[in-house]
């Protein structure tokens, strides 16, 4: 009778933890689905208003000037559609659409002011080839700032409304972290926020300045995931602690979960990436430096050759100004490190007087960079002219010599001085793995307001994902981090 009890009970549990099964699985796929289909739904959303903030000033400028009823609409409408359609890849390319990892506001409203006044450019420039031209300087002014408006208001709106249903439909994911190390710490800091973490489990009672509670011990693992309704288990221990972890996931747990294992590798291991199996044993498999296709040394080519014929007026008009505030070459060539470590002179416009080498010495201590780099905002030794190409960047255009010499590429690492280079530690030393180049991940970032550290980070993440479409998006995201300023000096 006992027996036929038991075979009941295990039934019922059985069945019960099936349906658990089943509703967490469509649960989590809910929480893949959302953010995607809501990411698309914001995207036609900030094109709309786009375009419609454009053909709105269009019929306000109308009812005012009735001259304009002599335009062409067809024109305005495409220039409307143009600018809707640049403004939402810009705003994809400063990450608008990770909904998932929301930037603060002040990031969001710079990235849609940047990402409105670079498509307006685009827009404009494209409409011209297409053979429409003579737009209303206040209609275009209008337009883009009913866009940037309009878009910054639907995005408040929106960023709450995916929140809450978010909340609603897929509730936040439950977490786990087996390890209350400096590792473990770090990961929950990381998901904290995106995700509901738990709490720790490790061995020891020892353990302080835990900002999450210590729920037990490893060996009481299969007890907590079942107690606290855990939907992940995040494995951040050192390879020799794992031993007991290993067991257990093993024998598998009562309660349908997902393990993740946080790599030995660290931030070694790049976004792409392989699992193999050879005699029985699964192996990760990756290249620690991207393979470059030749298609980006003839990217460079033609955008430089067409670039030199386009601003070779504005190249001689700084030569002329260089020369006129103060005596001195109009180059500045400077010894820096390229690929592998190869030595090469990097051209730039001069913006310093010309013994600023000597006077390095006597303001190392006003450095406001971090590790082996020199920064000063209020550089002494910089010109007035050198100040303004220094500001818009203007003083690195000779580099395009350098790219068609094939000594760099228009993206890829800043290359840095021989001196910087005998202070890197090892890992830093895998910033000379790629060809170094005139914009990369740290300009778009922020440039001197990122780092050293962080800097080092950015370029080897380049290095390891390296792709066409990460040129591509890092040739974009430079217009606007040009325009804006932002650490330059």
């Known amino acids: ?175 786990l972290i087996v390890g209350a190390n400096r590792l473990g710490r770090e990961v929950a800091s990381e998901l904290n926020g995106s995700f509901h973490v738990v709490g720790y489990v490790d061995n020891g009672t020892d353990l302080e300045h835990l900002e999450l509670p210590l729920l037990g011990a490893i060996s009481q693992l299969d007890e907590l995931v079942q107690a606290y309704a855990v939907d992940e288990l995040i494995v951040a221990l050192p390879g020799n602690r794992r031993e007991q972890v290993s067991r257990i996931l093993a024998r598998g747990f009562r309660r349908h979960v997902q393990v993740k294992l946080v790599p030995e590798l660290g931030t070694l291991l790049p976004s792409r990436f392989e699992v193999h199996e050879l005699g029985g044993r699964h192996y990760i498999g990756f290249v620690p430096v991207a393979a470059v296709s030749w298609v980006k040394r003839v990217m460079d080519l033609i955008i430089v050759g067409l670039g030199f014929l386009a601003i070779s007026p504005i190249l001689a008009a700084i030569a002329v100004a260089i020369r006129l505030e103060s005596p001195g070459p109009i180059l500045y060539r400077q010894q820096r490190v390229g690929k592998d470590g190869r030595l090469f002179s990097m051209f730039k416009f001069r913006s310093m007087v010309v013994d600023a080498e000597r006077r390095l010495e006597a303001l190392k201590a006003h450095n406001e960079a971090t590790g082996p780099l020199f920064k000063m905002r209020r550089d002494p030794r910089v010109t007035r002219v050198g100040g303004v190409l220094r500001r818009w960047s203007m003083d690195e255009l000779p580099q395009l010599l350098n790219v068609l010499r094939g000594e760099m590429s228009l993206v890829g690492p800043r290359p840095p001085l021989p001196k910087e280079v005998a202070e890197y530690e090892d890992w830093q030393l895998g910033r000379l793995r790629a060809v170094p180049g005139l914009t990369g991940l740290w300009q778009v970032s922020g440039r001197s307001e990122v780092p050293f550290h962080d800097m080092v980070r950015l370029d080897l993440h380049y290095i390891r994902n390296w792709s066409l479409a990460l040129d591509f998006e890092i040739l974009l995201r430079t217009i606007p981090a040009v325009i804006t300023n932002r650490g330059a000096y």
């Open 1 to 175: 009778m006992n027996a036929v009890r038991l075979s009941v009970d295990d039934a019922r549990w059985s069945a019960n933890v099936g349906d658990s099964v089943r509703w967490r699985m469509s649960e989590s796929r809910r929480r893949r689905m959302l953010p995607g289909l809501m990411a698309l739904s914001i995207v036609v959303v900030d094109a709309l208003i786009v375009a419609s903030a454009f053909l709105l000033a269009y019929l306000a400028r109308f009812s005012i000037d009735e001259n304009l009823a002599t335009l062409s609409f067809d024109r305005y409408v495409r220039l409307a559609i143009l600018e809707a359609v640049f403004a939402t890849i810009l705003l994809a390319t400063h990450g608008l659409y990770e909904l998932e990892q929301p930037q603060s506001w002040p990031v969001r409203v710079r990235g849609i002011a940047s990402s409105s006044a670079t498509a307006l450019v685009l827009a404009i420039t494209v409409s011209y080839f297409l053979g429409d031209q003579a737009f209303s300087r206040l209609w275009l002014a209008s337009g883009w700032v009913g866009s940037m408006v309009g878009v910054g208001i639907w995005r408040v709106w929106a960023h709450r409304f995916y929140e809450n249903l978010r909340d609603a439909l897929a509730p936040s994911t439950r977490v």
